[in-house]
């Protein structure tokens, strides 16, 4: 199995970026998908999910209406765009495979995770 995330770099506030993941070793259209966020000091949390079909996206309040989560099943390909970024934004973002096809059962917790990719970092600067 393998999940790398790519895209990260570094963004003035105001800026955009688009992550991507990419997966294999695995049946990618069976499993909902999630970006985590680890900021400095922090612990990682779950910001966006997507289910298998692609539909019905979910985001916490904090990137509601700037992030943007979509996927590409035929290509095994997971997106993140992100808008209107500042600097409460940076972190390493994370692909994660979750065990379960909706985004559901508290997707943003760690512990539903079945797959992690190794992060990209994303540095805002003022």
């Known amino acids: 199995v393998q999940v790398a995330e790519s895209g990260g770099g570094l963004v003035q506030t105001g800026g955009s970026l688009r992550l991507s993941c990419s997966a294999s070793g695995f049946s990618f259209d069976d499993y909902s998908m999630v970006w985590f966020r680890q900021i400095p000091g922090g612990e990682r949390e779950g910001i966006s999910c997507i289910n298998w079909k692609g539909i019905t996206p979910q985001y916490v309040d904090s990137v509601k209406g700037r992030f943007n989560i979509s996927r590409d099943n035929a290509k095994s390909t997971l997106y993140l765009q992100m808008n209107s970024l500042d600097s409460e934004d940076t972190g390493t973002y994370y692909c994660?495979?979750?065990?379960?096809?909706?985004?559901?059962?508290?997707?943003?917790?760690?512990?539903?995770?079945?797959?992690w990719g190794q992060g990209t970092q994303v540095t805002v600067s003022s």
């Open positions: 994660a495979v979750i065990r379960t096809a909706y985004c559901v059962d508290e997707w943003w917790d760690p512990r539903r995770v079945k797959y």
